[in-house]
């Protein structure tokens, strides 16, 4: 029977309250100055100590701060696309959400960091993903797949077809040319309708530039998007790596994390260094990235598929933080936001920002 992905873990808990300190009150504008009112919606992930998520949790569990002013919450709501294991919906004590059954799933191949690690490395975690797929991909799933060599390539666009899925693979793997234009024909969603072609295949030299495009790519499918990325370390071409760590950070990597957490893509980097003596440097921006884009690194493993369960894991289900915030008219940026929880007995994975004024 096939089995959909990331199935959802149950553990049920009464949260428990920590004191806070008095916060600071909001600031109004000015009495005749122009705003613009957003609608902000973060998503969060909240577990135990061993990684089951925490279900049943209100606005009241929540605590949000832009530049270190509380926001005020208007609703959380829990999401999930899969069916509690052993209570249903319709039985469930808290609210949940149904969502769309769609899972948007890209599996990423870094290539153009070759310096560190073996070759057969990637040809076994393509093993690994292709028998991970064939036992779990259900029917509303979406799997596509890319990578980058000496610039982005995409080798299947958004398919539930394994057999599509295994070439695909293959084709990553072995230097593909990849996807090259457009398919005027496809319908649902797709990563390739909305790619800059000429961007691909002229300005994207760096793995940052990459994924600076694919989240571009991806920003008008409203859901959430994983990318598992393989890589053997990234060090972006105007950065200096000094003493086995980096000591600058490239002019690629904001715009890149802007881009993904516009999109509301989560990176999850898997090591394909096997050496427990690496250098600093291959593991320090693959951390970062996943960091910064809520998202989590996975450095030391025995086999590529136990990634691929934790992942499977993780984003079983998610809450959605939504407030109202005010900017200026014409302003446009990213709000850095912390998320936290008034129960530091519980752990929190929340997206850091948001684009506006776009």
Do not use: C, W
Request: hydrophobic content about 35%; charged content about 25%; cysteine-free.
């Amino acid at each position: 029977m096939s089995m959909r992905f990331f199935p959802v873990l149950i553990l049920a808990a009464a949260p428990l309250f920590a004191q806070q300190p008095p916060q600071p009150p909001q600031p109004s504008p000015t009495f005749g100055e122009k705003v613009d009112v957003n609608l902000v919606q973060l998503d969060a992930v909240v577990t135990d100590n061993r990684g089951n998520q925490m279900l049943g949790l209100t606005k009241d569990d929540f605590i949000v701060r832009e530049n270190g002013v509380l926001q005020t919450i208007d609703t959380v709501d829990y999401f999930t696309n899969r069916r509690l294991i052993d209570a249903p919906e319709s039985l469930a004590k808290f609210k949940v959400e149904r969502v769309h059954d769609e899972h948007y799933l890209i599996i990423f191949f870094d290539k153009a960091s070759a310096d560190v690690g073996l070759p057969s490395e990637m040809i076994r975690a393509r093993s690994d993903v292709a028998r991970f797929i064939n036992d779990h991909l259900g029917a509303d799933d979406r799997v596509a797949v890319a990578g980058h060599d000496v610039r982005l390539k995409v080798y299947t666009d958004f398919t539930s077809n394994k057999e599509k899925i295994r070439r695909a693979l293959n084709d990553a793997t072995s230097y593909g040319l990849g996807i090259r234009t457009k398919d005027a024909s496809a319908t649902g969603p797709s990563l390739m309708r909305d790619m800059d072609i000429n961007r691909m295949m002229n300005k994207t030299g760096s793995v940052y530039e990459a994924l600076d495009l694919l989240g571009d790519a991806l920003r008008p499918i409203h859901a959430r998007k994983d990318v598992v990325l393989f890589s053997n370390g990234i060090v972006g071409p105007d950065e200096d790596v000094r003493g086995g760590i980096v000591v600058n950070r490239s002019r690629y990597y904001d715009p890149m994390i802007e881009s993904l957490n516009s999109a509301d893509v989560t990176l999850y980097p898997v090591s394909l260094v096997s050496d427990f003596d690496a250098p600093a440097f291959v593991h320090q921006n693959l951390s970062t990235m996943a960091s910064d884009t809520n998202g989590q690194y996975f450095r030391l493993h025995t086999s590529f598929t136990t990634p691929l369960q934790q992942i499977e894991k993780r984003t079983a289900g998610y809450y959605l933080i939504s407030y109202y915030t005010k900017k200026r008219p014409g302003e446009h940026g990213f709000q850095k936001v912390d998320v936290r929880l008034r129960n530091p007995e519980f752990k929190i994975s929340a997206r850091s920002g948001y684009a506006y004024g776009d």
